[in-house]
């Protein structure tokens, strides 16, 4: 879905919006107007997310497979959210360390689950959480 584009004036304190210019140069925005469509977007996403709707996104592990039943309470879990589970990748980092990506599709509150549970694995030492969306209400 693709509309015109609307201009509007806004009113922000000097202060402030030096801030926002210093931010999004690091960022490499090349404009506000591109940088300020990303952060709404992105605000818009995380909102179907609080919604419970049905949402995409990936979880990341990282873990030492040598650490005792770590591994397989991380392959209980998966199995018992299968439904929501796309794919699982597997990397192995080094002689020890295991960097695992969970493709995720399902209802936003059972992936969280999900994501909690695998994050609160004792010795898991990083889990990320990256939400994605299909757009359809954000382009
Ligand atoms: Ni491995």
């Known amino acids: ?3 015109k584009l609307v201009r509007f004036g806004v009113s922000i304190e000097q ?4 801030k926002f210019d210093r931010l999004i140069q690091q960022r490499k925005y090349t404009n506000r107007s591109e940088a300020l469509r990303d952060m709404i977007r992105e605000e818009l996403v995380k909102e179907e997310w609080t919604e419970n709707r049905e949402v995409t996104g990936a ?3 990282v873990y030492d497979h040598h650490t005792r039943e770590l591994v397989t309470k991380v392959l209980d879990i ?3 959210y299968h439904t929501c589970i796309l794919s699982t990748q597997h990397i192995h980092m080094d002689h020890h360390n295991c960097f695992e990506i969970i493709v995720t ?3 936003s509150k059972e992936i969280e689950t999900l994501y909690q ?3 609160s694995i004792k010795n898991v030492k990083h889990a990320g959480f990256m939400m994605a969306t299909k757009g359809k209400d954000i382009s």
Do not use: A, N, R, V
């Open 15 to 18: 202060e402030l919006l030096t």
């Open 59 to 61: 979880i990341t592990l």
């Open 105 to 107: 599709k399902g209802k």
């Open 78 to 80: 998966q199995h018992d």
């Open 1 to 3: 879905m693709s509309s």
């Open 117 to 119: 549970k695998l994050k």
